[in-house]
């Protein structure tokens, strides 16, 4: 079987397991990832973990080198990526807690080192991203979600803003009229680059909060995020377990 490659944000480091763990300090030409890479075994797969926030959680959306983090996996011969993104549901069917698998991304984010193609002494490329995620390594994560009963919506439209603020409540409203059903702010540039770098890639979002002003009882963010970042991501745990030990 393949190997897979998890980038995790906010509440991943709860994915880790508990046995034997590698890690590995590796720099690109773009620069350092994030921190160490983690690796570890499942069966006959090699399991790879980049903590997209550093180690220690530090380093805010928009400083993410989002360049260096793909890089670094190319680099190690990684064929597929699956990010998990902390999200907040605009949606009604996005609730706290639940996963959604998205299929679509609107890129809201500005002046974020983009893109691998940017020299100026060769022809132009432009990548075809009209599907932004890898169709196989998505179905893969519907197809266990759905087999393991998960509480999953199998598509939807992740809007990336730019942070580290949250939105007012009309940005909110602006991006449902958009058709976006969640709200993030890291799976761009990664779902991108990764494309560019030829890695399939695939989102894993957790809903850990209502966007701002959608919460029912007027709840605050960050005290959502605490009640649902942790059954989140035990759902998570439990995708990722399926995905690594299922064909794809
Ligand atoms: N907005 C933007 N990013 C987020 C949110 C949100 O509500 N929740 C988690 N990441």
Known sequence: MSDIAIIGGTGAMDLLPAGDIDSMVVTTCYGDPSGPILEWSVGESRCLFVPRHGPQGTIPPHRVNYRANIQALRDMGVGNIIGINAVGGICLSAKPGSLVLPDQIIDYTWSREHTFFDQVDRP??????????SARLHRCLVEQAIELKLDCR????YGVT?????????????MERDGCDLVGMTAMPEAALA????????ICAVVVNYA???APDGAGIHDQMKQSVRHGMKQVNRLLGAVLQSPR
Do not use: C, K, N, W
């Open 154 to 157: 199998p598509s939807g439209v």
């Open 212 to 214: 701002a002003g959608r």
């Open 195 to 202: 494309r560019e770098a030829g890695v399939a890639y695939a």
């Open 162 to 174: 730019q942070g580290p603020r949250l939105e007012t409540a009309a940005e909110i409203d602006r």
């Open 124 to 133: 132009v490329t432009h990548m075809e991203f009209d599907l932004p995620v």
